[in-house]
């Protein structure tokens, strides 16, 4: 099965929150990931959080992490029309290879 | 954030022909970067981590002799799709791994290039 899980739809009202959420198996990943991915594109780095943190903010996005639960989200405040794409949780490994999820696909509705 | 420049990004070509895509860090130097290939909705896979003045480790299950890596450079890696078939069409993107801290590394992607073999 997947390393790393996540739900594979989100719908989200305009102006609204979004919340993504993700599982990982590896207890020894040092760093965590949120790739965005827009239709025909690479994947474009949002944020990422090292395993001793619990939470990061960068302006609109928020990450949590909870090392105990191996459970790490990623919240879009203000949710605009730009923000629907594929998001990508990633962990990193022992070899510095990622392993990713299925990818959330995110869609922002007026 | 650092850039990671992919060339062609898009690429049509008649099969048996051979293709050739280049990855390179615009402004860092990559000793390791990484091919994947991406299916249609779904996530990437990892084909092979291309390694600056050495050969390259490919994933198991992948060809070494149909997608031929050089990283003969800190800034450039290239994948040579050889003898390409209908369904080596797919859409391959690479990253480059840049240090941000002791032994911490982040990976940056390029845009993809979508090869469509006819």
């Known amino acids: 099965g997947e390393d790393v899980e996540q739900s594979l739809f989100l719908s989200v009202r305009e102006g609204d929150s979004s919340v993504i959420n993700c599982t990982y198996t590896?207890?020894?990943?040092?760093?965590l990931y949120w790739y965005k991915q827009e239709p025909g594109a690479g994947l474009q780095l949002l944020t990422y959080i090292f395993s001793n943190m619990d939470m990061k903010q960068d302006q609109r996005l928020t990450v949590l992490l909870n090392k105990k639960d191996k459970h790490l989200s990623l919240r879009i405040a203000d949710t605009q029309t730009g923000d629907s794409a594929i998001y990508f949780c990633?962990?990193?490994?022992?070899?510095?290879?990622?392993?990713f999820g299925a990818g959330t696909t995110v869609t922002v509705r007026a | 954030g650092a850039v990671v420049s992919q060339h062609p990004s898009w690429v049509i070509c008649k099969s048996g022909t051979s293709v050739k895509i280049e990855c390179r860090s615009l402004d860092f130097q990559a000793t390791t970067m990484f091919w994947y290939r991406q299916f249609p909705k779904q996530s990437l896979m990892l084909m092979a981590t291309s390694n600056e003045g050495s050969k390259a480790t490919y994933e198991q299950g992948v060809e070494k002799d149909k997608f031929l890596i050089n990283h003969a450079s800190l800034t450039l890696s290239t994948l040579t799709v050889t003898s390409a078939h209908p369904e080596d069409s797919s859409f391959y993107i690479c990253?480059?791994?840049?240090?941000?801290?002791?032994?911490?590394?982040?990976?940056?992607f390029g845009a993809g290039t979508r090869l469509s073999v006819l």
């Open positions: 590896d207890s020894s990943s040092t760093y």
């Open positions: 990253s480059a791994r840049d240090m941000v801290r002791d032994d911490q590394y982040i990976q940056y």
């Open positions: 990633a962990e990193s490994r022992n070899d510095y290879k990622l392993s």
